[in-house]
């Protein structure tokens, strides 16, 4: 416990023993792919040793799924650059598979745009419901809100998308 504001500091070994199966369970199903995911999941535990220090304990499963997600996602995004990957219609699957400089900087301002006008939380929700399957009430619990919050949330993500992919 910090002495200074009472926040309970993160135990790095405390919290792998506790969430080493639920990360390792993310990231598997996100990349399909069991040695990749045991990778994934030690780099996610090893950047909570390296910032134990500054870590809060509020929420742990919240932010190591976040963190596996996230990961998980970048892994994907580079195997696909490095690999290629099936070309899509949608504005979100041409993010996804940006191969060169140019399609990497416009994706990246196209989310940049998309997320600056909704809170940090609003990309969970949408990985968790949309890419996961969570039901809203799953999605709820893992980011401590109530089931018609997220549901706003998602309403605002997809009228932005819609209007980002008007333009």
């Known amino acids: 416990m910090d002495k200074e504001n009472g926040i309970k500091r993160v135990d790095a070994e405390e919290l792998f023993d506790k969430f080493w199966p639920m990360v390792l369970r993310r990231c598997r199903e996100m990349l399909g792919d069991a040695e990749n995911a045991a990778d994934i999941a030690q780099e996610v535990f090893v950047i909570v040793l390296e910032k134990q220090d500054s870590l809060h304990a509020g929420h742990p499963g919240a932010l190591l799924w976040r963190m596996a997600t996230n990961h998980c996602l970048k892994a994907m995004k580079s195997y696909a650059s490095r690999y290629g990957a ?82």
């Open 86 to 167: 099936p070309d899509g219609d949608s504005l979100l699957e041409r993010i996804a598979s940006a191969e060169d400089v140019e399609s990497e900087v416009v994706s990246r301002g196209v989310l940049r745009k998309l997320f600056r006008q909704h809170p940090e939380s609003s990309r969970t929700i949408a990985v968790l419901h949309l890419v996961d399957g969570m039901t809203l009430e799953e999605t709820a619990r893992m980011v401590n809100m109530s089931v018609s919050g997220v549901r706003k949330r998602l309403r605002a993500l997809k009228k932005t998308l819609a209007e980002l992919e008007g333009v």
